[in-house]
């Protein structure tokens, strides 16, 4: 089995910055591509970034500029470093993975979710 554990969340000014992380671990052959979603209130869940096995990457038109998805497969983790903060940016935030494990099975992992919020 696979688990997804994020950290670093958390409250912040607008303006302000976080990191997001995102370690996966378990029985994991590779990672396929990983990315990063925001739920907020009343809204429906939303691509924020992703970033392929290759390091290509792609982003939510709100976030470009702001924000930058990041892995290191080494450690089967994905990043999101997230600047200059937005109170629309308030949302709780998952990460997702493709993951191939030793017998050649491919599934999709979530993370239990991370709150973000960025108020004054």
């Known amino acids: 089995q696979v688990q997804l554990v994020e950290s670093g969340g958390g409250a912040v000014q607008p303006g302000g910055s976080l990191r997001l992380s995102c370690a996966a671990s378990g029985s994991i052959f590779r990672t396929d591509a990983m990315g990063w979603y925001r739920q907020a209130p009343g809204k429906q869940r939303e691509l924020v970034a992703i970033?392929?096995?290759?390091?290509?990457?792609n982003y939510a038109d709100s976030v470009k500029g702001r924000f930058t998805i990041s892995r290191d497969n080494a450690k089967n983790t994905v990043y999101l470093q997230m600047t200059s903060l937005k109170p629309e940016d308030t949302a709780v935030y998952y990460c997702?993975?493709?993951?191939?494990?030793?017998?050649?099975?491919?599934?999709?992992?979530w993370g239990q979710g991370t709150q973000v919020t960025v108020s004054s």
């Open positions: 970033i392929s096995s290759g390091g290509s990457t």
């Open positions: 997702n993975t493709g993951v191939w494990d030793g017998r050649g099975r491919f599934a999709n992992y």
